[in-house]
Structure formats: C-alpha cells, structure tokens
C-alpha cells in the first residue's frame, strides 16, 4: 500500500513529456489557404520540400503536408506555414487575420512565396496583396530586407543571396518580431523551383541560372525549413538540441 503511494507520488512529480509538433517534431511546410484558395500555386512544392529536407540534413519532416485555413483553429497547431500564388486575394476575414495573429504571437513563421513574380523578380499581384493583407495582421511591423548576413542564409547551407525559378533580387524581405523573422517574403518563386511532378520531372524551368540556380533555390527552402524548426515556438523544441547539433557538423559542407 505505501510503495504504491509511492509510485504514484513519483508519477506525479515526472515531468510531462515537451510537446512536439506535427509527426514528433517533424517540419510540415503546412500549405496556408485563405479566402477561395484550395492549394498552393504549385501543389508538389510542398511535399517536395519535406522530401529535399530529409534527404539532406537527415532533420524529419511530414513527405504528405498538410493544408490549414487561416481562420481554422488547427492555424495554431503547428509554426510554420507556407502561403503562395499568383493572383489577387481577397481580403481577410476578421477571424483569418484573428487566426494569424494569434499565430504569430505564439512565435510561428510564415514564408510567403510569389509564384507569379515577372522574371526579373517584380511582385505579382499576389505579392503586393500578400503584404497588404499581412500588414493589416501585424499593422505595428515594416518588413525589412535580410541579406548573406541573416542566418537564415546559414542555417544549413551558406548561401550568397536568394534565388527561386526566378533569379530576382539578392536579398528576401521580412517582418522581424523579438528578433526573430516571423513573415519571410520571396519574389523569387522558390515553389516553381521545387516543383516536381509523380514522374520525377520538373514543372518549370528555372532561369537564367538552370540547373545550378535550381539547387541553389532547393538550398535556400532547406535553409528556411531548418530556420523554422530551430524557432522558438511555444515549448516545442524537443527537436532542437539535434538540429543543433547536426547544423553544426553539416552546416560547413557546402558553401555554394
């Protein structure tokens, strides 16, 4: 009777196991819809990303990702989120922009990628509408322009400058919260890069840079799946002392 009490004392005093996200703290480049979205602009970029990021850093990651509206409860589940297009969106509800704000002040990052940038990297009118609206989430942030210097170019590959299917600028814009790049911004259409059919063939070319240009642009959405999972999002980093750990035997492999 008293080892019984005990034990259930003991029981009691262990401390609950952290909370991961997704599949045991595996990155999922969640596809972010609003208004009438139903997919993002590419719908193989996202599980291609996840397959990218496992086969290179050995990190773990969902190879089906999954699919949130912004005004789904599920928005906070998870800290990250990858929202794309090409054309215009409608402007949020109040309980999207509720959502994504909530989201964001539990620490979540959002990468939001242009697939309709023109080729020397101008904003499609998704890009001008995706800051509109994220301005009216975070009307107090201004985003600012990371260069080389930022580590989400080092998180995991060294990288010079930011490329997608697009060359585009060098730079990524971002609204920075306590320090961190919560909204990464890309006019460089990293998705139409990563974009890979069942058959195993690209779906857009990537230029002027082909083949070359495409793995830099397949390192960066590494870069910024490994950014993401080192976040501080509420308690759940039971991932991060690994990735740590594997950042800094891998992270000087390469320095393209």
């Given at each position: 009777m008293v080892l019984a009490a005990l034990?259930?004392?003991?029981?009691a005093l262990t401390p609950a196991p952290a909370r991961a996200?997704?599949?045991?703290?595996?990155?999922?480049?969640?596809?972010?819809?609003?208004?009438?979205?139903?997919?993002?602009?590419?719908?193989?970029?996202?599980?291609?990303?996840?397959?990218?990021?496992?086969?290179?850093?050995?990190?773990?990651?969902?190879?089906?990702?999954?699919?949130?509206?912004?005004?789904?409860?599920?928005?906070?589940?998870?800290?990250?989120?990858?929202?794309?297009?090409?054309?215009?969106?409608?402007?949020?509800t109040s309980a999207e922009i509720a959502g994504l704000h909530n989201f964001f002040t539990l620490g979540?990052?959002?990468?939001?990628?242009?697939?309709?940038?023109?080729?020397?990297?101008?904003?499609?009118?998704?890009?001008?509408?995706?800051?509109?609206?994220?301005?009216?989430?975070?009307?107090?942030?201004?985003?600012?322009?990371?260069?080389?210097?930022?580590?989400?170019?080092?998180?995991?590959?060294l990288l010079s400058r930011a490329e997608?299917?697009?060359?585009?600028?060098?730079?990524?814009?971002?609204?920075?919260?306590?320090?961190?790049?919560?909204?990464?911004?890309s006019q460089h259409d990293v998705g139409g890069a990563l974009a890979r059919s069942a058959t195993g063939v690209w779906e857009q070319s990537v230029t002027p840079g082909g083949d070359a240009q495409r793995e830099r642009a397949i390192r960066l959405a590494v870069n910024v799946a490994m950014y993401a999972l080192c976040s501080n999002y509420k308690d759940d980093q039971v991932h991060a002392p690994f990735l740590m750990r594997r950042r800094a035997i891998a992270g000087g492999a390469d320095t393209k």
């Open positions: 034990a259930a004392a003991l029981l996200f997704g599949e045991v703290g595996a990155f999922d480049p969640r596809v972010l819809l609003t208004g009438s979205q139903t997919d993002a602009a590419y719908p193989t970029a996202a599980a291609r990303w996840a397959w990218e990021l496992v086969q290179r850093t050995s990190a773990p990651a969902r190879l089906a990702p999954s699919r949130v509206r912004a005004d789904a409860p599920e928005i906070s589940h998870a800290p990250f989120v990858y929202w794309s297009g090409r054309t215009d969106v409608a402007a949020l979540g990052v959002m990468f939001v990628d242009d697939a309709g940038v023109g080729p020397s990297g101008d904003a499609s009118d998704f890009g001008r509408a995706a800051r509109r609206e994220l301005a009216r989430v975070l009307p107090d942030s201004v985003p600012i322009a990371l260069g080389s210097d930022h580590v989400v170019f080092r998180s995991f590959y997608g299917r697009v060359a585009g600028k060098k730079t990524l814009d971002a609204i920075v919260r306590g320090g961190a790049a919560q909204v990464i911004f």
